[in-house]
């Protein structure tokens, strides 16, 4: 797999026939490994073990109801009392973050109305934070700390 623009870690990988697939750590089991799964899986362990996240907290895979159609969101932060307070989409590392890509983690929050949103391609990594007053989202210069949400 490519290198990416994240801390590494010790991947568990395995051949499962002739699958490849990669532990989940959120999931507790091994999926698919495709370019998208390699970042979600780096992008996950980066905001555990450098940014202080909690994997209780977290959950890959969240489907969501948007205008009939069931969707899912890539990962979400929640706080304590279960509020989704973070949305994470990822990408395989040759697409560019586009607008059409912060479009869609958009339309998600239409239903989860969280406090942050992410787009991550394991290269370039945005992160904003929703002014629901103003009706727009501000970006960070870099991913907060759990601590500092």
């Known amino acids: 797999m490519q290198q990416l623009n994240l801390p590494t870690y010790q991947t568990k990988v395995k051949k499962i026939g002739s699958e490849v697939k990669i532990f989940d750590i959120l999931r507790r089991k091994y ?5 998208e799964e390699w970042v979600r899986q780096h992008f996950v362990h980066f905001l555990i073990d450098y940014k202080g996240y909690s994997a209780t907290l ?3 895979e969240v489907e969501v ?4 159609a069931n969707k899912r969101c890539d990962s979400v932060l929640y706080s304590k009392g ?3 307070r973070m949305i994470m989409e990822y990408k395989r590392p040759d697409v ?4 059409k890509v912060f479009d869609q983690i958009c339309r998600y929050n239409m239903v989860l109305r ?5 787009v991550s391609n394991g290269i370039d990594h ?3 934070k929703m002014d629901y007053e103003k009706q727009e989202y501000v970006f960070l210069g870099d991913i907060p700390r759990y601590e500092e949400l």
């Open 96 to 99: 560019k973050i586009t607008q």
């Open 82 to 84: 279960l509020v989704p």
């Open 114 to 118: 969280v406090e942050y949103l992410i």
């Open 65 to 68: 109801s948007l205008n009939g």
């Open 126 to 128: 945005y992160c904003c």
């Open 58 to 60: 977290m959950a890959n």
């Open 31 to 35: 999926v698919a490994l495709t370019p």
